[in-house]
């Protein structure tokens, strides 16, 4: 299982301190709102180049999802 604090960052100097991907600007929420709508995370990747696989399963791993 995946670390999700390797990949998640909360910094009171990027997006006003909500939880992001480390490294990027790309926060948490859009992520899930992504997976709520029903994106996959192939899709997710693909639309936001600078992730990986791992650090969108690592955000579903944390908030419980599978």
Known sequence: MNN???HLEI???ICHG???IK???IMV????DNLAEGVTVEQIVADYPP???????????H???N
Not at 51 to 61: G, Y
């Open 4 to 6: 999700w604090q390797e």
């Open 11 to 13: 910094n009171p100097n």
């Open 29 to 32: 929420s859009v992520i899930l």
């Open 51 to 61: 992730l990986s696989q791992e650090q969108v399963r690592s955000i579903l791993n």
């Open 23 to 25: 490294g990027t600007r």
């Open 18 to 20: 909500k939880p992001c």
């Open 63 to 65: 908030s419980g999802g």
